[in-house]
């Protein structure tokens, strides 16, 4: 029978090991010469490449801000692939419920970004401000007080429209728990 060993773990984690055993964690460093910060965003080094670079969130931001994924399309195929991307990747969308974002960096769809736009706000505005200029705007144009007049019909219809949108948006945010 074996005889039961001491072992030097007490319980405490500061005395274990680092990774799986002793050995010293290998850590990719930073691909921009002179960078001594963990590469740990892979960047790709060219369109349509698998190579990839491994930068610091520094430098792959540095990398990324002239970055144009459209860049050669019209606007018919930079459409289509849009589309087919957000079909394919709803991770990323479905990510903004969980809070980790707030409105006008990415968690509002392009329909609300039009319909912020129409309404004359910016697209980190609450939906209290929504609401307020909805009825400012809508009450210059309203049909029962601009009767027979065509362009005052189709704006109020407009911001209607977005009103709508933004509205069930907000309900989308408040049911999923990210808007309150």
């Given amino acids: 029978m074996n005889r039961a060993r001491r072992s ?9 090991g680092y990774e799986a055993g002793r050995e010293a964690a290998q850590i990719r460093l930073c691909d921009r010469a002179g960078c ?9 080094k060219s369109p349509n490449n698998p190579d990839r670079w491994y930068f610091c969130q520094q430098h792959a931001a540095e990398y990324n801000s002239g970055w144009d994924y459209f860049a050669g399309l019209d606007a018919e195929e930079a459409a289509s692939r849009e589309h087919a991307e957000q079909q394919t990747h709803s991770g990323y969308r479905e990510s903004a419920y969980y809070g980790w974002a707030g409105s006008g960096d990415g968690t509002r769809s392009r329909d609300e970004l039009k319909a912020l736009e129409v309404l004359g706000l ?7 401000a929504v609401r307020k200029a909805w009825r400012t705007k809508a009450k210059a144009v309203h049909p029962d ?3 027979n007049d065509a362009e005052a019909a189709k704006a109020f219809m407009g911001l209607q ?20």
């Fill in 8 to 16: 030097n773990d007490w319980g405490f984690p500061r005395w274990r």
């Fill in 36 to 44: 001594t910060e963990p590469g740990n965003c892979p960047a790709p």
């Fill in 122 to 128: 910016d697209p980190d505005a609450d939906f209290e």
């Fill in 145 to 147: 007080v601009r009767p």
């Fill in 161 to 180: 429209a977005a009103y709508e949108v933004l509205r069930v948006a907000e309900e989308q945010r408040s049911w999923k728990g990210a808007g309150v």
